[in-house]
């Protein structure tokens, strides 16, 4: 069973600095691309940062210079550095990963960044 459980999220004030972290299990984690979408209400869930199974990156352009990706293999765990946050950054940050055309989803993790 796929199960994929994101951690990190919380307050944090403009041009501050969160990490988050999603670990996965129930999957073959060396083989698996995976990407964190983020979602505010009323908008589509959209993509921030993915990252392929040999570790190359690609990023939102609002995000650019400012969010970088990362994957520990023997921890099963992928990481998303997010510095210089805004308050457009706010939203449910939620981890994913595509096997066999099928999606799998995190139950998202909350960051606000406010003053």
């Known amino acids: 069973q796929v199960q994929l459980v994101e951690s990190g999220g919380g307050l944090v004030q403009p041009g501050g600095s969160l990490r988050l972290a999603c670990a996965a299990s129930?999957?073959?984690?060396?083989?698996?691309?995976m990407a964190w979408y983020r979602q505010t209400p009323g908008k589509q869930r959209e993509l921030v940062a993915s990252i392929t199974s040999g570790g190359s990156t690609n990023y939102a352009a609002s995000v650019k210079g400012r969010f970088t990706m990362s994957r520990d293999n023997p921890k099963n765990t992928v990481y998303l550095q997010m510095n210089s946050l805004k308050p457009e950054d706010t939203a449910v940050y939620y981890c994913?990963?595509?096997?066999?055309?099928?999606?799998?989803w995190g139950q998202g993790t909350q960051v606000t960044v406010s003053s």
């Open positions: 994913n990963t595509d096997i066999s055309s099928r999606n799998y």
């Open positions: 129930g999957v073959f984690f060396v083989f698996c691309d």
